[in-house]
């Protein structure tokens, strides 16, 4: 197995637990850990990409960080911004 195999099925596995403990409802689909590991994951499987292109699988990549990254951004603004109920 080469390296950007392992780095893509790293990356999958992040998103893929990531998702699942989500589901499970262990982790907060607001918080900061799940945007993060959405990142991590992401980004991984970008990287294992470069040796074996593939532009569609790169854009939902490109959009998954992203909005992931728009998220945390949302999260931590929204933890020292709270709205008003």
């Known amino acids: 197995m080469s390296v950007p195999d392992v780095l893509g099925l790293i990356g999958s596995a992040i998103v893929i637990v990531a998702y699942f403990v989500l589901a499970q409802g262990r982790l907060a689909a607001d918080g900061w850990q799940y945007?993060?590991?959405?990142?991590v994951g992401a980004g991984l499987i970008?990287?294992?990409?470069?040796?074996?292109?593939?532009?569609?699988?790169?854009?939902?990549?490109?959009?998954?960080?992203?909005?992931?990254?728009?998220?945390?951004?949302?999260?931590?603004?929204?933890?020292?911004?709270?709205?008003?109920?």
Not at 35 to 39: F, R
Not at 54 to 74: C, K, M, T
């Open 35 to 39: 945007y993060v590991s959405n990142i």
């Open 46 to 85: 970008f990287l294992s990409l470069l040796w074996a292109w593939n532009l569609p699988a790169a854009v939902v990549e490109i959009f998954w960080a992203a909005i992931s990254a728009y998220g945390l951004l949302r999260a931590a603004l929204l933890r020292f911004h709270p709205r008003p109920r």
